[in-house]
């Protein structure tokens, strides 16, 4: 459901001719907040593949928050 919102924002931003913005907060979100929490929260604190799920999920909300 989230990939929908951030697809049609996306998609928004292009047809006003705004391709930086969501490309920068897309690599903000997911390499610098969802994957080094993912690793610390897997391997160090036990969660599993689970704690992909959630901080991906994370994510994906902070890029529509931020994005809208």
């Known amino acids: 459901v989230l990939d929908v919102f951030i697809s049609s924002l996306n998609g928004a931003l292009r047809g006003i001719l705004d391709f930086k913005v969501p490309?920068?907060?897309?690599?903000?979100?997911h390499w610098?907040?969802?994957?080094?929490?993912?690793?610390?929260?897997?391997?160090h604190f036990g969660y599993g593949p689970i704690a992909l799920f959630i901080f991906k999920s994370?994510?994906?909300?902070?890029?529509?928050?931020?994005?809208l």
């Open 32 to 43: 610098l907040i969802a994957i080094p929490l993912s690793y610390i929260y897997a391997v």
């Open 23 to 29: 490309i920068m907060v897309s690599f903000l979100c």
């Open 58 to 67: 994370i994510s994906k909300g902070l890029i529509i928050l931020i994005l």
